[in-house]
């Protein structure tokens, strides 16, 4: 599965759109005209997407995804609904890019050898300075 392939997929057909009235800049035409644009799209009934796919975005959604397995993706920062609309498309796509993303493995590292004796020099710094806070024995 490559990422960007699954991201390149027209879901435009199974989108569902919302508008609202935003929040955001636009002084009247705020209270007037909705610019406010929710994306809704439901993995389960999705055509476009294998059995696999699905599994992989339920499991990476999971707490994203509403109780009936939409996810929602709210966009009001802009004026225009269209442009709101175009970013939540291009933040669908980012999310559906980054869940089909293999994580790099981790590469295991040492410690350099100067770190390894300054880390055992503070620690005998503390050790010292814990030692002289003890009365003296007789």
């Excluded at 350099?112 to 007789?138: G, M, Q, T, V, W």
């Amino acid at each position: 599965m490559d990422p960007k392939e699954i991201g390149q997929r027209d879901y435009t057909k199974e989108f569902e759109f919302l508008t609202s009235r935003s929040s955001g800049p636009g002084g009247q035409n705020v209270n007037k005209v909705e610019s406010k644009v929710t994306l809704k799209f439901h993995i389960a009934d999705s055509e476009l997407l294998n059995e696999a796919e699905k599994e992989r975005l339920l499991e990476k959604w999971r707490n994203r995804l509403t109780k009936e397995g939409f996810i929602l993706i709210h966009f009001e920062r802009h004026r225009s609904q269209l442009r709101n609309k175009e970013e939540a498309i291009n933040t669908f796509k980012a999310l559906l890019e980054k869940a089909f993303t293999e994580p790099r493995p981790r590469k295991k590292t040492k410690p350099s050898k100067a770190a390894i004796k300054k880390r055992l020099e503070a620690k005998k710094k503390h050790s010292d300075k814990k030692s002289n806070r003890k009365p003296p024995e007789y």
